[in-house]
């Protein structure tokens, strides 16, 4: 039996978290899987606070650069950050 809650199954759900690809994250959260992906890739990393407008900051990773809200991070600004940043879902 498939319970449905929001209008898809519960075991799709957990399916999409089990592969590696977020529905969505918490904007503490992103700066920490950012710090650890540059760590394992050699890549440098940076968060600047006072680069960002109220609860926003600008977080580095190598050369490229992207802005972080401090609140709940949906899938598609989730994956418009990691492409500014240039890394794979995968990876993330």
Do not use: Q
Not at 62 to 90: D, F, N, P, Q
Request: hydrophobic content about 35%; proline content about 3%; glycine content about 10%.
């Amino acid at each position: 039996m498939v319970r449905y809650i929001f209008k898809f199954p519960l075991n799709r759900l957990a399916n999409v978290r089990h592969i590696g690809y977020p529905i969505g994250i918490n904007g503490r959260e992103f700066p920490w899987r950012a710090k650890r992906y540059a760590k394992n890739a050699g890549l440098e990393f940076r968060f600047d606070r006072s680069e960002g407008k109220d609860s926003h900051g600008r977080l580095y990773v190598g050369g490229r650069c992207t802005t972080v809200k401090r609140a709940e991070i949906s899938r598609s600004l989730l994956h418009a950050m990691l492409k500014e940043l240039r890394i794979e879902k995968g990876e993330f």
